[in-house]
């Protein structure tokens, strides 16, 4: 699914199309995604779209707000003290958020249609329908955007330790993990830690002060990098004007088993770590000490069952 440098090129392109924009009518097709279908269709028709912006694997459509303030999310991504009204969007494995001329014909797989006061149309289109939309506001979306972890552009150097040595975890795990960093998922994950040379499966209590600050500065660089060239398309994802990625040309780790390390020839391997596919370098990413003797006697294990059998 979309992470976090797919969402962002996604949330620019409609910010710089739709920002300021009114929704005239709001048409409901398949709504089981929904948190309440009943509050997108009551609140959003006359409403300004003030902002669009990134919140993890999450797009924020902020709205001017009834009594005509528009009330933003506060820079840095912390919620901001005033209450907040905004239609929050996650495009899940399929999903696509775009404008379209009205005439064009409607994919059948367009399942929300914002109608906007220039004529055109916002229109969110899920095949699977993984996705998820709510319109939050005050409390309600405070707390939603609360239950998340810190944001991997941003954080510093001592919470990123914090958050990441603090923890007995695998370190895979833990860069997937939602409520410790917020948009990073498998790709990016991999990606970062081979260019650390750190394995998917070492405990985050074990990564020294050296390697954990040598991985957040290559998780930065790699996202900053995947942004400029619009994230990547593993599948069919595109952004806000239908434009492919091309950051999937760069993968060093992910999806390349079997091929040549780019630092060192050997094969990638692929294991799985937090129920995900992890893919590193068997040379680069030395295996924390003891996962070896665990994998032979798994091994072990299995051998004598099926000789029993």
């Known amino acids: 699914m979309p992470e ?32 309440d279908p009943t509050a997108i269709e009551r609140e959003l028709p006359g409403r300004q779209i003030a902002r669009v912006e990134r919140f993890g694997k999450f797009m924020l459509l902020q709205l001017v707000s009834k009594t005509g303030a528009s009330e ?13 009204e905004a239609l929050l969007v996650h495009l899940g ?24 006061d220039d004529g055109r149309e916002l229109r969110y ?34 919470e990123f330790a914090r958050r990441i040595r603090g923890s007995r975890a695998r370190i895979k795990a833990l860069l997937l993990d939602q409520r410790v960093l917020r948009g990073v998922g498998n790709i990016y994950a ?5 260019n650390a040379r750190i394995h998917p499966a070492k405990s985050g209590a074990r990564l020294t002060a050296r390697e954990t600050e040598t991985l957040r500065k290559a998780l930065q660089k790699i996202l900053r990098k995947a942004i400029q060239m619009r994230g990547s398309s593993i599948s069919d994802f595109v952004d806000a004007e239908g434009v492919a990625g091309e950051y999937q040309q760069h993968h060093k780790a992910y999806g390349r088993e079997g091929e040549k390390c780019f630092r060192c020839g050997a094969k990638i391997r692929r294991i ?3 129920g995900r596919s992890s893919y590193f370098c068997p040379v680069c990413q030395r295996a924390p000490r003891g996962a070896m003797s665990r994998k032979k006697s798994m091994k072990r294990a299995g051998r004598l069952r099926a000789s029993k059998g």
Do not use: C
Request: net charge negative; proline share 5%; glycine share 8%.
């Open 4 to 35: 976090l440098p797919e969402v962002e090129t996604v949330a620019r392109g409609l910010q710089g199309s739709v920002a300021g924009r009114r929704i005239l009518s709001v048409t409901l097709r398949k709504t089981d995604f929904m948190d």
């Open 125 to 158: 289109t899920d095949p699977r329908r993984f996705g998820r939309m709510a319109y939050l506001a005050g409390e309600t979306l405070a707390t939603e955007l609360l239950r998340f972890g810190a944001e991997p552009l941003l954080v510093t150097a001592e």
């Open 272 to 274: 799985i770590v937090a």
């Open 190 to 194: 991999d990606e970062s830690l081979w």
């Open 72 to 84: 933003m999310i506060a820079e840095g991504g912390k919620p901001a003290e005033a209450a907040s």
């Open 93 to 116: 494995m399929t999903g696509n958020l775009a404008l379209h001329f009205a005439e064009q014909p409607l994919d059948k797989h367009s399942h929300v249609i914002f109608v906007l």
